[in-house]
């Protein structure tokens, strides 16, 4: 008898073959005319792609329709394969059946760096020698390592297990795969609605000061005796910036008893109040946070797949500085459950991606400060009616950029103070909002974008070290040269050294390399200064000219990566160069110094003793006679 189930599998024409994971997208979407896909397998022998539908109804759909996916047409149609059945599909099955449907996939495990293709494994698995039989399909699992063969008959994966394998060199164990259920996933907002009731408040605050050196065993003791009306206290919490000290009862009847009360500690007196934790903020509805996409996919791919997982048009995409993360705007709320699921259940590109509802911000991020300007100013002025601001919860100073991070109260506030221009200590300001979750970038539209690291100024570097490098061209080439591997060109500037970031979007992996640049080249530099030994040798002034004239005069030969300087304000020779070679040069110097300093030293005093001689004739001569 015919089988009368519809076909459900749609061959496809004219699409780039290596891109199956658009495809699959694409025919999943339900405003294409896609629906849910069984299977998808790339036929490069008849340039094809067939889809197999869980709904028949779905193939009949699709073929009704144009398609046009990357600017090529596409041709689809219905396939019918030879066999009345070769595939079987939930959907075909009595549910009974299915549960009692007879094990038909093998699995085993061939590594990560498996380099055969599913053709191998399905040519080796139909031998006969090998046990094998009709093979229905071939999945590679690239993450864990492991392949799964699935047989069109039970009876073929029953006898394959029972036989030893090779491929490639290595022997595989060979096992039957029993599929999981997968369990469903639960949610708050599955679950019914239920009002929540506030937890009654067990924790205390007070103002202590910034100055306080008392532990916290000593506010757990104060607030445990019953004389201060305490009870035992749960946890203790300093926070020395704010000069603030919570305490968090086990009982809320104890906190309301402390509460309301000054108490004296350590001779102070401080008024105790309940603490009332701050509500979250609310979220953007229709905004979704998105991490752990791939460095390389596509932004067309990344689209697809997110309008196929939410059935919305993504309205804006948003690449944030950590690789990987993603803010999405779509054109209406997304529901944030079935996302979540489908994320779960649906890879991009190998990477399950996790997804997040995105707090309002409550931040401004304000460039073009005064070099002058502090964090008190900064504070005092945003919580000042004049700019439309409130209440303050900390401001995070980026002097070296001349900006900060301002975050409020109440993001309430945000709307009014952009509405306004900014001026503090004469500098005029550029504020706008920041999203925590992209970055200090501020996001961007291009996945391929990333935000040059400033160049960093090194301005701690010894003098000498400057000097020698601008006067060695090889020890100078092998520094340059082991900046530039970490993408990075140094300019010398007086005695500083200014590295810039040569890092671009052509460079693989730029925006990841991007994110550790400037602590590595200032790693790298510094290990190679620290290879430089600067040597001084200080003698006494009086004897430093003649000293000076002989070093000078013998012509003391500079070998490779070291050399020397003269200094006679200081009265003194330094040697400056790679550790070893700077030291056979310091002993070279300080032979030929050693005879010098002891030949002055015996002129000085031979013409001393000469001297006095002629000092006493001259008495002699000129005294007074009696």
């Not at 059935?311 to 209406?332: K, M, N």
Request: net charge negative; proline share 6%.
């Amino acid at each position: 008898m015919e089988d009368p189930t519809p076909p459900s599998t749609v061959m496809v024409k004219g699409f780039d073959l290596r891109k199956g994971e658009v495809c699959r997208f694409y025919f999943e979407n339900t405003r294409k005319g896609g629906g849910d896909i069984a299977e998808l397998v790339v036929d490069e022998d008849q340039e094809a792609i067939f889809i197999t539908f869980e709904d028949p109804e779905v193939a009949q759909n699709v073929i009704t329709m144009p398609h046009k996916i990357g600017g090529r047409d596409l041709e689809v149609s219905l396939y019918t394969p030879k066999k009345a059945a070769p595939m079987r599909h939930k959907s075909q099955e009595p549910a009974e059946e299915e549960e009692e449907a007879p094990l038909r996939t093998v699995v085993f495990h061939i590594g990560q760096e498996t380099s055969e293709s599913e053709d191998t494994y399905a040519l080796y698995f139909e031998s006969p020698r090998h046990g094998g039989g009709e093979v229905e399909a071939v999945n590679i699992d690239k993450d864990k390592g492991l392949v799964y063969i699935t047989f069109e008959e039970p009876s073929v994966a029953q006898k394959v297990i029972t036989m030893p394998h090779n491929i490639g060199g290595r022997d595989l164990e060979v096992s039957l795969y029993t599929p999981k259920k997968a369990a469903p996933m639960r949610h708050k907002s599955q679950e019914p609605a239920e009002e929540e009731e506030e937890a009654p408040l067990r924790t205390v605050v007070f103002h202590i000061g910034q100055e306080t050196s008392e532990s916290e065993d000593t506010y757990a003791l104060f607030f445990e005796s019953p004389r201060h009306g305490g009870g035992e206290v749960e946890a203790v919490n300093i926070d020395k910036d704010k000069g603030l000290v919570y305490i968090t009862f086990e009982e809320p009847s104890v906190a309301e008893r402390v509460a309301g009360k000054t108490h004296r500690i350590a001779g102070r007196q401080v008024e105790v109040t309940l603490f009332q934790p701050p509500k979250p903020r609310p979220t953007y509805p229709e905004k979704l946070l998105f991490k752990n996409i791939a460095d390389g996919t596509a932004r067309d791919c990344l689209c697809m797949y997110l309008e196929r997982i939410t059935g919305l048009d993504p309205a804006e995409v948003l690449y944030g500085d950590e690789v990987g993360t993603v803010l999405v705007t779509f054109d209406h709320e997304p529901d944030l459950v079935k996302t979540a699921q489908f994320c779960q259940k649906r890879k991009l590109e190998g990477r399950q991606l996790t997804v997040a509802k995105v707090p309002i911000s409550n931040c401004l991020l304000v460039e073009n400060l005064n070099d002058r300007t502090t964090e008190d100013t900064v504070e005092l002025y945003f919580e000042n009616k004049r700019s439309g601001g409130g209440a303050v919860e900390k401001v995070e100073m980026v002097p070296e950029e001349n900006k900060c991070f301002v975050f409020f109260e109440d993001h309430e506030v945000l709307d009014g103070v952009l509405q306004k221009p900014h001026k503090i200590d004469g500098a005029q300001l550029s504020v706008k909002r920041y999203m925590e979750c992209l970055g200090q970038s501020g996001g961007s539209q291009d996945p391929t974008a990333f935000t040059a690291p400033k160049p960093v100024v090194m301005t701690n570097v010894d003098p000498y070290k400057v000097a020698f490098l601008r006067q060695s061209q090889e020890i100078k080439a092998g520094f340059l040269q082991q900046l530039s591997n970490s993408h990075a060109e140094v300019k010398f500037e007086g005695n500083n050294l200014s590295i810039a970031c040569s890092l671009n979007p052509s460079v693989p992996k730029a925006r990841i390399l991007a994110r550790t640049w400037a602590t590595d080249v200032q790693q790298v530099a510094g290990e190679f200064l620290g290879m430089i030994d600067v040597l001084k040798r200080h003698l006494v002034q009086q004897i430093w000219p003649e000293v000076e004239t002989v070093v000078r005069s013998a012509n003391i030969a500079s070998p490779k990566g070291a050399t020397f300087f003269l200094v006679p304000e200081e009265s003194a020779f330094v040697v400056v160069g790679m550790k070893s070679i700077a030291k056979e040069l310091l002993d070279k110097i300080n032979t030929v110094a050693t005879a010098a300093v002891e030949e002055a030293i015996e002129i000085r005093e031979t013409l001393g003793s000469r001297r006095e001689e002629m000092h006493y004739a001259q008495y002699c001569a000129y005294r007074p006679r009696r």
